[in-house]
């Protein structure tokens, strides 16, 4: 139990659905992040929010859109995404965003 | 950008046996993170390095922060099966203002009982 809690664990999807990934944590953490795992690659940051305002967006294609409503939650959004968005979606938090970052156990995202 | 190289890629070693792995960087880092991946898991941290030439230990892990700041290593002494997973190294620079952890590709460790 790492105190960032990912739902869901697993999820397929057509390439013209709309899903959203959910992240939470009650560690009392003022920055989240969202975090893409592909096989063979280092993990490659997306979003960062500190203090629910996003801090870093990082060259993200405009079908993930991601959602801060307050300290303790993240969501992730997603529409009309392509094969080569199949991977691991990972949130973390930290208290700061120059302190060490707690993972969630990931969404594993299947695009068919 | 700045990026991370971490050797070896993977390892097979003998339950029982030392094992030492690390990362190198072109950039200084502030801070090196160390992370192990349990299949189906998230990363969980192992060790936090703040300062140059820092040597923290967790239990049979051990952890040191280069006097270079360019690079950092992880030794695993007397490796048992639960130690199988992917280790991950992260740096991040704080010079000015608060840069992403870049993380290297991982050290994917195998023990064979």
């Known amino acids: 139990e790492t105190g960032v809690t990912q739902t869901p664990r697993h999820l397929v999807m057509g390439m013209t659905n709309k899903k959203s990934l959910k992240c939470e944590q009650h560690l009392g953490h003022n920055a989240m992040y969202w975090y893409k795992q592909s096989a063979k690659k280092p993990l490659e940051l997306m979003f960062v929010?500190?203090?629910?305002?996003?801090?870093e967006n990082n060259s993200v294609p405009s079908r993930f859109s991601p959602e801060c409503p307050n300290s303790s939650h993240l969501f992730l959004h997603l529409h009309t995404l392509q094969p080569e968005d199949s991977a691991l979606y990972l949130c973390a938090s930290s208290p700061q965003e120059d302190q060490p970052q707690h993972f969630g156990d990931g969404t594993r995202l299947s695009i068919l | 950008g700045q990026q991370l190289n971490q050797s070896p890629q993977s390892m097979f070693i003998q339950e029982g046996e030392d094992v030492s792995m690390n990362c190198t960087s072109s950039s200084i880092f502030n801070t090196w993170l160390w992370y192990k991946q349990d299949p189906g898991e998230g990363p969980v941290l192992l060790i936090a390095?703040?300062?140059?030439?820092e040597l923290t230990s967790n239990g049979r892990l051990t952890a040191q922060f280069g006097i270079t700041r360019k690079d950092s290593f992880l030794n695993i002494s007397a490796s048992i099966p639960s130690d199988v997973g992917i280790y991950f190294c992260a740096g991040q620079t704080l010079d000015s203002g608060n840069t992403p952890l870049v993380f290297g590709k991982g050290t994917r460790l195998s023990v064979i009982a």
């Open positions: 929010y500190n203090f629910k305002e996003q801090t």
């Open positions: 390095l703040y300062k140059a030439g």
